[in-house]
T-cell receptor, first 109, second 119 residues
Framework: QAVVTQEPSLTVSPGGTVTLTCGSSTGAVTNSHYPYWFQQKPGQAPRTLIYDTTKKHSWTPARFSGSLLGDKAALTLSGAQPEDEADYYC?????????FGGGTKVTVL | QVQLEQSGADVQKSGASVKVSCRASGYSFTGTYIHWVRQAPTKGLEYMGRISPNTGSTEYAQKFQGRVTLSTDTSIRTAYMELQSLTSGDTAIYYCARGGPVALDFDYWGLGTLITVSS
């Protein structure tokens, strides 16, 4: 089974910008992996922020955006707010087989 | 509104089985899938598999093949995840999430069910 890699932790200043990445052990991440990004705060269920690489749900704050960056999927947070402090997980699909990344803990400090 | 209501926390002995339920409301239950995801204490999310309530077809993550059984009862709009041969490593919060076309996949989640496995 493929391994999906994320940065374990990142720190961003309030109002700053941070980019999280999501890589694959099988090679470059493409739109065919349908990258998803989830936010999870302590004691809560995950919430989907981004699906299909770049698409947002109605509840996704405009400061979050998804993209492909080099050979990885990326989640960019522009204008970080204190409430964005959370764990973020990516999910890739390998011909229907879904694999989560290990998650990135984002601290807003 | 879309809701996924999960069964309450449970404690099981090592070697036993556990069955978690997920009752759907507010949308066409047979028109989508139900995913199951778990999260061990202080760990990340782990994908377990999905089921189509319409056809009953299932897909399991390799790690759980042979030990997990997903099922549904469409008459009561409920999905089930049964995990057998429990060990302490199965102590986790188990989530169900709606699945389907890309725009609907993982858009709504249950609140999770804590399963504790004791020796």
């Amino acid at each position: 089974q493929a391994v999906v890699t994320q940065e374990p932790s990142l720190t961003v200043s309030p109002g700053g910008t941070v980019t999280l990445t999501c890589g694959s052990s099988t090679g470059a991440v493409t739109n065919s992996h349908y990258p998803y990004w989830f936010q999870q705060k302590p004691g809560q269920a995950p919430r989907t922020l981004i699906y299909d690489t770049t698409k947002k749900h109605s509840w996704t704050p405009a400061r979050f955006s998804g993209s492909l960056l080099g050979d990885k999927a990326a989640l960019t947070l522009s204008g970080a707010q204190p409430e964005d402090e959370a764990d973020y997980y990516c999910l890739l699909s390998y011909y229907g087989v879904r694999v989560f990344g290990g998650g990135t803990k984002v601290t807003v400090l | 509104q879309v809701q996924l209501e999960q069964s309450g926390a449970d404690v099981q002995k090592s070697g036993a089985s556990v069955k978690v339920s997920c009752r759907a409301s507010g949308y066409s239950f047979t028109g989508t899938y139900i995913h199951w995801v778990r999260q061990a204490p202080t760990k990340g999310l782990e994908y377990m598999g999905r089921i189509s309530p319409n056809t009953g077809s299932t897909e399991y993550a390799q790690k759980f093949q042979g030990r997990v059984t997903l099922s549904t009862d469409t008459s009561i709009r409920t999905a089930y995840m049964e995990l057998q041969s429990l060990t302490s490593g199965d102590t986790a919060i188990y989530y169900c999430a709606r699945g389907g076309p890309v725009a609907l996949d993982f858009d709504y989640w249950g609140l999770g069910t804590l399963i504790t496995v004791s020796s």
